[in-house]
């Protein structure tokens, strides 16, 4: 057959997607070989190394069945005095167990309908106030999730639509699984004879319901209960036909019969290995690249490396805490063995959800409003589950071990590394612009990728940086909190136009802006960093008046202030154009220009985060303008949040593409999302910030898709933390930022890392890395030995004065 099939292969290695026809004659190829390798290839161009598994709990909300299938042990009949349904107590006694050994999945199992076979199921459930076993179901999915936080699946049989629509609302995903779409099987002597649920015709019209409801759906076929191969392509090929309609079937589950005692197909044979292995691999032929196969590892013979060439990447639930109870006589495997044979297959065992990837980062279609929060604040910026508890700002909670970089043994003999990732990274290395497809990949490094982009980012920065790491000894002043933009991230804004009112409106009088410059200057400072809120009576009369208090008091302070939205909305309230307004600022003593409001500079972030900011061109405009007026300004990202590894790539791009035109950027801070306090968060919209390892491939993916032409790499302390920052500087960052004095921005967000970081501490932190503490100037400059010595063992700092703000009336819109 392989001179028949040869072609098809060759055609869906090339992203053909085999005809119904072409499938299907599949079933006479008896080569497995080829096979095999045709699917491994498809599944790696898309999951790469990642094999993918959910850690949940299973809760048999009931054991009663009206089907009857000749191989199922989970059905039982009643049991005089034994309940038919667990109790709420019950239910959240596993469920909460779960949620103690970390599990994010409750998978509901249940019989079919058996309050219309046994009347003690009817009458339990009229005891309890349920019309029937899936609204009791429903009841129990909302108590879990609201008492323990667990995402509920459930795999209730054959439903109605108006069932399928109630369980979203307290569910994440549903499922049912297809088994065969042959009606031979419900012939007498077949193993579905007298189970009604089993019919291929409800079970398919439950998936179609399900998909024009939207609701990301598991199914899958049982090998080995006598259907021929044949019958399993055509049940792949019905479910490939709802995928195409719906888009809604996020995995196929691959499962093997293994026969049971005390059943009728007790001595019935097994499919062997090599029979799974084949119904695998079509599988993904079938489906293609994207499509999430699975095949469940408690039943699958042990061979891991051979499942992993099948093409599978889904080893499906695991639980830490219950037995399998459709196959109790195959216990799961324990996670760190599972991860450990899952890395000898070359693949980084990650955890997911009920809901995949792909659903999961797009909740607001496949979620009702409720899920859909609690899907964003679980998932990471590629849509598996979020692991550990760290977040940007949290003081208190240490970053995961598993994540700090470390330096990989060419010669280990696990390897989890993919085969593009070296590659890439030789690229970036040898300076050649990497696109945002290969930036992007980068973003998505997890295991042994993740180590090795890391390395590659630590030795460009010490070939071009060297074992200096420079700070900068600074001030923060924010003059004011009252902002009339309505950015979704910002916890900082107050006034009228804010989200949110926390804490005091504030409007800093000159005063006390030339007090903490000053104060400033005799604590060693070089910079005063001056930004604010768009206080919608500021002018660029107000800019420039604030340049003229500070220089006339201080002539040797370096002024490093206002945003490119500041400096737009302060051109346009002149009524004279950016350039024009800039020259201003430039006689009245400016002196660089800090690269924020950039947030993600791609339009399609920009339009939730922050809809009345300066678009992506527009900044990119103001700031390419500033670098023609001869300033030098920073860049900046701020992350994890609604964006993605995509959405970075086009940042990092477009900076790297404006650097090549101006050469005017001095470094690169990427800013990780504070969620605390944010209104987005808060909402139920944004993530908890970036994961650490996100937090760190920041660092280290910008040090490799800049080069060459961006050279310093700066950590954000305030928001990573001294042990955060120590796993930057082995991941290409030359560069700790400023001591800042007093911080404000973060805090309102809920940072907890505290207001200055001295440069005593400073370089504690650096030597401990075994680099080199280098303090600078703002445009990197080293700063002079007077400022050096008066920066250390500086006083205290005197209470700040926060001007309480005027009333104000907004007299007309002011955009930028």
């Known amino acids: 057959m392989l001179a028949t099939t040869g072609p098809l292969l060759q055609r869906a290695l090339s992203g053909v997607s085999p005809t119904d026809e072409e499938s299907l004659s599949l079933a006479g190829e008896t080569d497995l070989q080829p096979l095999l390798e045709a699917a491994s290839s498809l599944r790696d161009s898309y999951h790469r190394n990642i094999v993918s598994y959910s850690r949940k709990v299973f809760i048999p909300l009931t054991q009663l069945c009206r089907d009857v299938c000749h191989y199922c042990t989970f059905a039982k009949p009643p049991v005089p005095g034994e309940r038919a349904y667990m109790t709420p107590e019950q239910v959240l006694e596993i469920a909460r167990a779960g949620a103690a050994q970390g599990c994010k999945e409750a998978l509901f199992t249940l019989g079919d309908k058996p309050e219309l076979r046994y009347k003690v199921a009817r009458r339990e459930l009229d005891e309890m106030g349920y019309a029937s076993t899936i609204a009791y179901l429903t009841a129990m999915a909302e108590l879990v999730y609201r008492e323990t936080g667990l995402l509920p699946h459930a795999n209730p049989g054959v439903m109605t639509r108006e069932e399928i629509a109630a369980l979203r609302n307290v569910t994440i995903s549903q499922g049912i699984m297809l088994e065969s779409v042959t009606s031979r099987l419900h012939e007498k002597g077949q193993v579905h004879y007298?189970?009604?649920?089993?019919?291929?015709?409800?079970?398919?019209?439950?998936?179609?319901d399900a998909g024009e409801l939207q609701v990301p759906f598991t199914s899958g076929i049982l090998i080995g209960i006598g259907e021929t191969r044949?019958?399993?392509?055509?049940?792949?090929?019905?479910?490939?036909a709802l995928h195409a309609e719906y888009g809604h079937i996020q995995e196929i589950i691959v499962q093997n019969f293994r026969a049971k005692p005390d059943t009728k197909m007790a001595n019935a044979p097994e499919p062997d290995l090599d029979d799974l292995l084949w119904s695998i691999a079509v599988a993904r032929i079938v489906f293609g690249p994207e499509m999430n196969i699975q095949a469940p590892p408690n039943l699958s013979y042990d061979e891991y490396p051979k499942l992993v060439a099948a093409g599978l990447n889904d080893w499906g639930g695991v639980s830490p805490v219950t037995p399998d109870h459709v196959n109790p006589e195959a216990p799961w495997p324990h996670l760190e063995s599972l991860r450990d044979h899952t890395a000898e297959c070359g693949k980084v065992l990650t955890e997911r959800l009920a809901v995949y990837p792909a659903h999961a980062l797009d909740s607001a279609r496949w979620q009702s409003p409720e899920m859909a929060t609690a899907v964003i604040r679980s998932?990471?910026?590629?849509?598996?589950?979020?692991?550990?508890?760290?977040?940007?700002?949290?003081?208190?909670?240490?970053?995961p071990v598993v994540d700090l970089p470390r330096k990989l043994d060419a010669a280990r003999v696990v390897n989890t590394a993919s085969r593009d990732v070296p590659e890439i990274l030789s690229r970036a290395e040898a300076g050649l612009g990497?696109?945002?497809?290969?930036?992007?990949?980068?973003?998505?490094?997890?295991?042994?990728?993740?180590?090795?982009?890391?390395?590659?980012?630590?030795?460009?920065?010490?070939?071009?940086?060297?074992?200096?790491?420079?700070?900068?000894?600074?001030?923060?002043?924010?003059?004011?909190?009252?902002?009339?933009?309505?950015?979704?991230?910002?916890?900082?804004?107050?006034?009228?136009?804010?989200?949110?009112?926390?804490?005091?409106?504030?409007?800093?009088?000159?005063?006390?802006?030339?007090?903490?410059?000053?104060?400033?200057?005799?604590?060693?400072?070089?910079?005063?960093?001056?930004?604010?809120?768009?206080?919608?009576?500021?002018?660029?009369?107000?800019?420039?008046?604030i340049l003229g208090a500070v220089k006339?008091?201080?002539?040797?302070?370096?002024?490093?202030?206002?945003?490119?939205?500041?400096?737009?909305?302060?051109?346009?309230?002149?009524g004279i154009s950016v350039p024009a307004f800039l020259g201003r600022l430039k006689a009245a003593g400016l002196g660089t220009l800090p690269g924020t409001a950039a947030e993600v500079l791609d339009d399609e972030v920009r339009a939730t985060l922050c809809p009345d900011k300066l678009s992506t061109q527009e900044w990119l405009d103001v700031v390419e303008a500033a670098h023609h007026a001869g300033f030098r300004t920073t860049s900046t990202i701020m992350y994890g949040?609604?964006?993605?590894?995509?959405?970075?790539?086009?940042?990092?791009?477009?900076?790297?593409?404006?650097?090549?035109?101006?050469?005017?950027?001095?470094?690169?801070?990427?800013?990780?999302?504070?969620h605390m306090e944010a209104p987005l968060y808060l909402k139920g919209k944004a993530r908890q910030g970036p994961t650490f390892r996100e937090a760190v491939l920041m660092h280290?993916?910008?040090?490799?898709?800049?080069?060459?032409?961006?050279?310093?790499?700066?950590?954000?302390?305030?928001?990573?933390?001294?042990?955060?920052?120590?796993?930057?500087?082995?991941?290409g960052v030359n560069d700790m930022g400023g001591s800042l004095m007093n911080e404000s921005i973060s805090r309102a967000a809920g940072a907890g890392f505290g207001q200055e970081l001295p440069p005593e501490e400073m370089e504690r932190t650096i030597r401990v890395m075994?680099?080199?503490?280098?303090?600078?100037?703002?445009?990197?400059?080293?700063?002079?030995?007077?400022?050096?010595?008066?920066?250390?063992?500086?006083?205290?700092?005197?209470?700040?004065?926060l001007t309480p703000a005027k009333k104000y009336e907004r007299k007309s819109p002011v955009t930028a």
Request: hydrophobic share 40%; glycine share 8%; charged share 25%.
């Open 230 to 240: 044949r019958e399993r392509i055509e049940s792949f090929l019905a479910l490939r």
């Open 700 to 731: 280290a993916v910008a040090r490799l898709a800049l080069h060459p032409l961006i050279t310093n790499i700066q950590v954000s302390w305030v928001k990573m933390g001294v042990e955060g920052v120590k796993a930057c500087l082995a991941a």
């Open 379 to 399: 998932i990471d910026g590629d849509g598996f589950a979020r692991v550990d508890p760290w977040s940007p700002g949290d003081a208190e909670t240490p970053p």
């Open 552 to 574: 006339q008091a201080l002539p040797a302070m370096h002024i490093h202030a206002f945003s490119p939205l500041e400096v737009a909305q302060g051109a346009e309230t002149l």
């Open 641 to 674: 949040h609604i964006d993605g590894p995509l959405n970075w790539a086009r940042h990092l791009v477009r900076l790297r593409e404006l650097q090549e035109r101006t050469g005017g950027i001095t470094e690169f801070v990427p800013l990780p999302f504070v």
């Open 434 to 545: 990497l696109s945002e497809t290969e930036i992007a990949r980068l973003f998505q490094a997890r295991g042994d990728d993740y180590h090795l982009v890391c390395a590659a980012a630590d030795r460009l920065r010490k070939q071009v940086n060297g074992d200096t790491v420079s700070y900068v000894v600074n001030r923060n002043i924010n003059y004011t909190n009252i902002c009339y933009f309505r950015c979704q991230f910002c916890a900082f804004a107050k006034g009228k136009m804010s989200e949110s009112l926390r804490g005091t409106p504030y409007d800093l009088g000159l005063d006390e802006i030339v007090r903490r410059s000053q104060e400033a200057w005799e604590r060693g400072a070089t910079e005063v960093c001056m930004q604010g809120g768009i206080h919608p009576e500021y002018t660029g009369q107000t800019y420039l008046n």
């Open 194 to 208: 007298g189970s009604p649920d089993k019919h291929p015709a409800p079970r398919l019209q439950t998936m179609r």
């Open 770 to 801: 075994a680099r080199n503490p280098r303090q600078r100037t703002t445009e990197y400059g080293p700063a002079p030995e007077e400022r050096q010595i008066a920066s250390f063992n500086a006083p205290e700092l005197l209470p700040l004065v």
